[in-house]
Structures are given as C-alpha cells and as structure tokens.
C-alpha cells in the first residue's frame, strides 16, 4: 500500500478520533438531537461548498445514475449515517468516550465479515489477524470497565 494512503488513512483516523472528544464536551450542554442538527447543517454547508467546485461530475453522474444506486445511496446516508450518529451521540452522552469511540470504530470487524461474505475481497492472513487483534482490543476495554464497574459496586456495598 501507498504511504500515501497509509498516511492519509491515518490523519483520517485522528480526526474521527477527536469527534468523540468533542462530542461529549458538547454533550454536557446540549442535547443530542440539537448536536446532531447542527452537524448536519453544516455538513450540508460543506457540500454546497463542494458541489460548487464539482457541478459538472455531479451533473454527469447524476444523469447516469440508477435506482438501484439511489437505493444504495439511501441506505448509505439515512440508515447508516444519520440513524448511527443519531444513536452514538445518545450514547456518548452517558458513558466514557474512549469506550464508546472503541466500540463504534470497531465497524472493521463488520467490514471484514461482510467482505469475507458478500465480496471477493482478497482477504489475507495478516488483514484476518488484524481484525482478530481489533477484537481483543475491544473485549478487552469493555472488560475493563466491567471489572471497573463491578469493582465500584462492590466498594460501595
């Protein structure tokens, strides 16, 4: 792989990194419903901005595209997008960042069995451990705050 992308996939992942961060400082303020809203505003504002620069790909593609793809595109932005931050900000606003953002970007398990399942991805030992390594680092911050939690219950009794 690139360096390039290796780099950029990165950076890209330090950015949703801080989401959670600055979710939840967001969330001791605000509801989640109106964090969303204002998300979502200016997203859109993005995308206005971006369709500027891009009218003619869009105008291209848009005449091209099917309805298949518009199902596939629904699914992408309302099923997945808006119900799972939708969902990830309500938990977010009850439990420590670090463990929900663990859990949420845990989503390359899922990528892989659907991968695995419904593609023909060319999947390969090291991406298989990769994955199994994710999963232990997932059960393990999730046990960790089980024995955290438990350990305060049984102190407190």
Do not use: R
């Amino acid at each position: 792989m690139n360096p390039s992308y290796i780099a950029t996939a990165l950076f890209i992942s330090f950015l949703w990194g801080t989401t959670p961060f600055l979710h939840k400082a967001l969330l001791k303020k605000y509801n989640p419903i109106s964090i969303l809203i204002f998300d979502g505003l200016l997203y859109c504002a993005g995308i206005l901005f971006v369709i500027a620069f891009h009218y003619d790909n869009l105008a291209i593609d848009a005449k091209k595209i099917t309805y298949s793809d518009m199902g596939f595109i629904f699914t992408a932005g309302i099923v997945t997008s808006l119900i799972a931050n939708f969902l990830y900000l309500y938990v977010l606003q009850e439990h420590e960042s670090y463990i929900i953002s663990a859990l949420v970007f845990s989503s390359p398990v899922f990528t892989f069995l659907i991968a695995l399942l419904l593609t023909n991805e060319k999947i390969t030992g090291f991406g298989a451990l990769g994955v199994f390594l994710i999963i232990l680092g997932v059960l393990s911050i999730i046990f960790n705050d089980c024995q955290y939690k438990l350990e305060e219950f049984l102190t407190i009794k």
